[in-house]
């Protein structure tokens, strides 16, 4: 009997590592290997050597940072009176917002790069001095609407379980509401928005859509540049130099993101308690905000859906939804299934991130110290990998037995949880650090063994964290295109972002009516999954509570 | 030099938490709120350094209104719970924290923070990370925090809460000296009558949200007023009595009731072989002696408690020590022993 | 450490997905009734029979009529299966990794500005159908037969009639463009990242020659306007997608589709085509090298060229069938133009200076 159960606490000690170990290198480290080592055998290495002496590209590696450093800054700033709002106070709504901010993240950048055109066009920024069509300006605007819900509700989630107490003492000390923030909040809530602008970073860094549709034709990043030379140009060798170049640096923001997170792991009990409401004036201004980054673009987008006819015979009609049912001509499904295939795959690609980011959190929370930064940063890269070359890499890795992946119907959601997995490593790691090291004393007091300790203790509160990073994997997946593109697909296994994208590659008012209302139609089932997802964590939380 | 509290009321969601609490405390002196837990005694520390908004009511310092008034303005002090010691700065770094935010410079605040160190006997400890501390190190530097800013009301939240007997013991009879040289106005908050005793110069009952007896600390304990107050205080024998008035003691009052039978006037005696006294006992007479039977004796304090069988009442009295488990006594109530208590 | 006593709903969920995750880790390929997402197609690394199924990689932009591809089932017993990989870029570059160890047997899609790199990467078979009498000389540009060319179409000018009268006439030529009569109308792709911006780049160069530097200098003048992308071309800058400009590069067939596609109905394109300023391209298919399916492939072959599929095409994909003799849609006939004398440039020309001529505008238009 005990020799039974020292057998299977090992095993499951062995799982914990060996299923992040061994999605992370089938699904992302032998395919990336793979290409890296065929462009280098075709002389990316050469190339890479040439490279660096270019001004040229230099030049691309200076805008891919600066642009990703000032779009990650600019994101936090946006997000913070909000995280503020939904961790600190309370009103009518909360989980509807707390949802709806998510829904940007699922939007294709060919969609919302047409709403930010009109958006300018509308407010006179097309032109001008304050001219932001085809400029730096739009690239930062998109990056803030795309990323905003990250540090929202990472940071946020990550807030909300932060003791108020030492607040208060700083403020019964003298402190103002300002240095009780600066000196207090912001110390313990750190390794939150280190974890929350690594992933922005990480996002822009590889920004793929909204750098040639927003930035104009001019502006070129790591990931633009990948593309085209590998696609554009069948140049392997030169996307190969690229890539490594890419992937190096992503290696080394990540190493100091992460050790940023550690620096300060604050043990801190989650005390429930009754926050005050929100004042009108906060809601509003908060609200404001957010309307002003998010709400505009949605509501254009909306209003397009909602639109039939060009200019003046324009005319409100519901008949591009009407239409979502009915296949057209050049899609393979109709654009409801579609959607249907988006939110299957969104579930598979979820579920899988939610077991292997959480194992992996484990792992890195309690794990040593070196298998701990390992995973730390290997399940970050599959973020800061250029689509090319994971989507390459897989076909040309996973081609024979026993991983003959090529064409299997898995490989599309596993693309998908490789990038939901971060997400929910991001938001799991600082909570499961937060848990007082006491509460799991107190359980192993109890009686309970250290797994069991774990699962009554840590699941519970993490539960929350768990699901907030599950429901991020779920709009990722929802909303991905790159990776998907590279994949072979049978036409019946079309997502909506792909619909999306045939919609609007041929002309007619018909199919551009459609795909606004496709877009739509997608926000809305986002928010109700975000909705749903964390619901089910608020509840696993509640049931969990000791 | 004086806080009042006028009427204060507070709710959460319209549950009513607080109600109509009225206090003063001059400068000097120690009120001590003792009440069990849940009856409303932090949010009325909490409520006073305005980290609650009351519904109804005024906090006033010298007759100036500070209802208004944000926490970091009032010039309070509150020492949590818990500490609350702020885990990522040290000890010398929690305890200038005050200082910081009001302003004084960096060689000044080091010279006041040894001495506050020094004042709770913890000399040297400045550089020490907070998880590093034991439970009574850590509550020395939260008072030691809370000291230094130099608040004109000092309020402590169950300072010892979560420390062992003894310690607490000790840390009472410490603060007890640090608050008199200190002289300020202090609101200290226990459930422990203990305590409450060894530092109060008032005591304030609260219990459900209201203020149910407040006086000095022979009054309180000699007249606590209500049931509830009385278990509060740390009174064990709480008499119920029939419909009319009787109990196995005897009649000690005019109809159904509750008294207090005062543990420390209780005389314990030679056998009696009497019935009780039919007589009715006007509160403040004698009473008895009555038959008991001694069921268990205990020492708590270095002094003897016996448990007594009075005709099926349970009581608790000191004793020298002479009697054993199983004797039959005689049990008295000496003049002013019995009081009456409403609620 | 995550089964315990108190089995859990949620817990059965993670455990089923550890489980998939790992089984599907360990070879279990393919099992399709695990995620039920299977409608009908068999993969193709599951094909032992030869005659079983035959499968097709394209470009996303392919489809055809449900019946159609059922059409060549029922003459031949052989299924398709189709495998879509991205545009005819990613399409390309997939298929020239993977050269020697294809993903399917028949590959589709592969435009004359793509065809000689695929060609040089030996990405086919040789196979001379016999179905290609029927097809123009003009469209057969490989002698040798590694690719049979399946459709054509072009790429041109385009321009919303409103914003023009007799007044003020549209641009009828590829010169009219540089002509400040035009100024600030016209937007253009970026051939680095475009296809049909590379497609009107080789048009210019085939109509100027060496002096298309010179055009494209004196477009940028006349202030043209580049996008990354077809799409934010079309829907971004142009009329239509109520952009301000109202001419732009896209293809010769996007009128028809503007009068199939409106919404409400209308009865005339609301664009018109510059014909003098098409470029062709002509999409082929081939057999891919290492298909384990050959007898299979050619059939399939055949049927590409075959009238059930030649006359499906054009309202599918908006181009015409290579079979000179299939029967037009209507549609195709009234709005499509389809221009006399379109520019065309030799594969091997495009594969040898493309990159060249790419840098080279880029200095030129972006710089």
Redesign the interface.
């Known amino acids: 009997m005990g020799k039974l159960r020292e057998l299977v606490r090992i095993s499951a000690r062995v799982l914990c590592v060996a299923i992040p170990v061994g999605f992370l290198t089938i699904f992302f480290l032998y395919p990336v290997g793979s290409i890296l080592v065929r462009g280098i055998g075709a002389g990316g290495l050469e190339r890479l050597v040439g490279l660096l002496g270019r001004g040229s590209f230099r030049g691309v590696v200076w805008f891919t940072l600066w642009q990703a450093v000032v779009s990650t800054v600019l994101a936090v700033l946006v997000a913070w009176p909000g995280a503020h709002l939904l961790a600190r106070r309370r009103f009518r709504g909360q989980a509807v917002l707390r949802a709806a901010v998510t829904v940007p993240f699922v939007l294709p950048t060919v969609v919302v790069g047409g709403a930010f055109l009109a958006l300018f066009e509308r407010f006179g920024l097309s032109d001008g001095p304050l001219r932001l069509t085809r400029t730096v300006g739009a690239i930062l605007a998109a990056h803030v609407f795309f990323n905003v819900a990250i540090v929202l509700r990472t940071v946020g989630t990550f807030w909300e379980g932060l003791d108020t107490r030492p607040e208060e003492q700083a403020r019964v000390l003298g402190a103002t509401p300002w240095q009780a923030f600066r000196w207090v909040t912001l110390p313990r809530l750190w390794p939150a928005v280190a974890a929350a602008a690594s992933i922005v970073f990480l996002f822009c860094f590889t920004s793929f859509g909204v750098i040639l549709i927003l930035g104009g034709p001019t502006r070129a990043t790591l990931e633009t540049e990948i593309w085209r030379h590998a696609v554009f140009r069948g140049d392997l060798a030169s996307a190969t130099a690229l890539a490594v170049v890419q992937l190096v640096a992503v290696m080394a923001m990540v190493v100091v993101a992460n050790s940023m997170q550690r620096r300060r792991a604050i043990g801190q009990v989650p005390v429930r308690r009754t926050l005050p409401r929100a004042s009108g004036r906060l809601l509003a201004g908060n609200l404001g905000l957010l309307a002003l980054v998010l709400g505009f673009p949605i509501a254009v987008l909306v209003e397009r859906s909602l639109t039939t006819g060009r200019g003046a015979d324009a005319t409100w009609s519901v008949r591009n939804y009407v239409a979502l049912a009915d296949r057209v001509d050049l899609l393979p499904i109709s654009a409801l299934a579609a959607l249907r295939n988006s939110l299957l795959f969104a579930v598979v690609a979820a579920g899988m991130a939610v077991v292997v980011g959480g194992l992996a959190s484990v792992v890195v929370v309690h794990g040593r110290r070196t298998t701990s930064r390992l995973f730390d940063l290997g399940l970050m890269l599959p973020l800061g990998a250029s689509a090319v070359t994971v989507g390459f890499g897989m076909l040309i890795a996973l081609d024979g037995p026993p991983l003959d992946f090529r064409s299997s119907r898995w490989l599309v959601p596993v693309a998908h949880a490789l990038v939901g997995v971060p997400f929910v490593m991001r938001t799991v790691v600082p909570t499961l650090r937060s848990i007082d090291q006491r509460l799991r004393e107190a359980a192993a007091v109890l009686g309970a063994s250290p797994a069991r300790a774990r699962r009554d203790v840590d699941l519970p509160i993490a539960a929350r964290a768990l699901a907030v990073g599950g429901a991020f994997s779920f709009a990722v997946s929802l909303g991905e295109f790159g990776a998907t593109s590279f994949l072979p697909r049978h036409p019946d296994q079309l997502t909506a972002p792909l619909a999306l994208f045939r919609l609007l590659g041929t002309p007619g008012e018909a199919l551009r009516g459609q795909a606004m209302a496709l877009s739509v139609v997608l926000m809305v089932l986002t928010a109700a999954s975000v909705l749903v997802i964390e619901g089910m964590g608020r509840r696993g939380a509640v049931r969990g509570d000791l | 030099m004086s806080l009042r509290v006028d009427g204060l009321s507070v709710a959460?969601?319209g549950v009513s938490v607080l109600d109509g609490v009225d206090l003063e405390v001059a400068e000097g002196e120690v009120l001590v709120l003792l009440g069990p837990s849940g009856c409303g005694k932090s949010t009325l520390l909490?409520a006073i350094?305005?980290?609650e908004?009351p519904s109804a009511g005024r906090i006033l310092w010298d007759d100036k209104d500070l209802t208004e008034v944000?926490?970091?303005g009032r010039?309070?002090?509150?020492m949590?719970q818990?500490h609350?010691?702020?885990?990522?700065r040290d000890v010398a770094g929690n305890v200038e924290?005050?200082l910081?935010?009001?302003g004084m410079p960096a060689d000044q605040r080091s010279h006041r923070v040894a001495r506050a160190l020094e004042m709770v006997g913890m000399e040297g400890f400045g550089g020490r990370r907070i998880?590093t501390l034991s439970g009574g190190e850590a509550q020395r530097v939260a008072l030691a925090?809370?000291v230094a800013?130099g608040p004109r009301l000092l309020m402590l939240d169950e300072p010892f809460g979560s420390l062992d007997r003894v310690l607490r013991e000790r840390l009472t009879e410490d603060l007890g000296v640090l608050l008199r040289r200190l002289g300020q106005a202090v609101v200290h908050v226990t459930h422990d009558h203990d305590e409450a005793f060894a530092l109060a110069d008032r005591i304030a009952v609260l219990g459900d949200g209201r203020i149910l007896r407040i006086g000095n600390p022979a009054e309180v304990w000699a007249d606590p007023g209500t049931v509830h107050a009385a278990e509060c205080l740390g009174h064990e024998n709480l008499v119920v009595l029939d419909g009319s008035g009787c109990c196995p003691l005897g009649r000690l009052g005019d109809g159904p009731g509750t008294v207090l039978v005062r543990g420390d006037r209780l005389v314990i005696g030679a056998p009696a072989d009497g019935q009780p006294a039919a007589a009715q006992v006007s509160a403040g007479r004698s009473v008895g002696p009555v038959s008991g039977l001694v069921v268990r004796t205990s020492i708590r304090g270095g002094r003897t408690v016996v448990v007594l069988d009075v005709g099926g009442l349970c009581l608790r009295a000191s004793s020298d020590g002479s009697t054993s488990v199983g004797d039959r006594v005689g049990v008295s109530v000496a003049d002013g022993g019995v009081v009456p208590l409403s609620g | 450490m995550c089964i315990g006593p108190r089995f859990r709903p949620a817990t059965a969920l993670m455990v089923a997905l550890v489980v998939a995750v790992t089984a599907s880790a360990c070879g279990g390929t393919d099992n399709l009734t695990a995620v039920p997402l299977s409608s009908g197609g068999v993969p193709a690394t599951e094909a032992p029979s030869p005659t079983g199924s035959v499968t097709l990689i394209t470009h996303d932009s392919f489809w055809v009529s449900e019946g159609t591809l059922r059409a060549f089932t029922a003459d031949t017993g052989i299924e398709v299966v189709l495998q879509m990989a991205g545009d005819t870029g990613q399409m390309v570059s997939t298929a020239i990794l993977t050269a020697g160890d294809p993903l399917g047997d028949v590959m589709f899609g592969v435009d004359n500005t793509f065809l000689q790199r695929a060609l040089d990467a030996d990405l086919f078979e040789a196979y001379e159908s016999p179905a290609l009498v029927g097809v123009p000389e003009s469209l057969r540009l490989d002698p040798t037969h590694r690719v049979t060319p399946i459709d054509f179409g072009d790429v041109c000018v385009n321009f919303w009639i409103d914003r023009f009268d007799s007044d003020n006439p549209a641009p009828s030529t590829l010169a009219d463009l540089a002509d400040p009569a035009y100024a600030d109308q016209l937007v253009v792709q970026n051939p680095e990242t475009s296809s049909p911006g590379l497609a009107f780049l080789l048009a210019t160069i085939a109509e100027y020659g060496d002096g298309w530097e010179d055009y494209w200098a004196a477009l940028r003048r006349n202030g043209v306007v580049v996008t990354s992308g077809w799409e934010d071309a079309y829907y971004g800058e142009f009329v239509s997608g109520g952009g301000d400009r109202s001419i732009v590069v896209s293809y010769a067939s996007s009128p028809s589709a503007e009068v199939i596609y409106a919404d409400p109905p209308v009865d005339t394109p609301p664009t018109g085509v510059v014909t003098s300023t098409c470029f062709r391209q002509i999409e082929f298919a081939g057999i891919l090298a290492g298909t384990e399916h050959r007898p299979a492939a050619e059939l399939l072959v055949d049927f590409l060229l075959s009238p059930t599929f030649q006359e499906d095409i054009p309202l599918n994909m908006f181009v015409f069938p290579a079979l000179a003799s299939a029967a037009l849609p209507e549609v195709f006939i009234d709005f499509v133009q389809k221009p006399e004398d379109p520019h065309q440039l030799d594969p091997a020309e495009i594969e040898a200076n493309r990159n060249a001529w790419t840098e080279r505008w880029t200095e030129i238009v972006l710089r």
């Open positions: 959460f969601d909490r350094a305005g980290l908004r944000a926490t970091h010039g309070f002090g509150l949590f818990d609350a010691l702020f885990p990522h924290f005050g910081r935010v009001a998880d925090r809370s800013a």
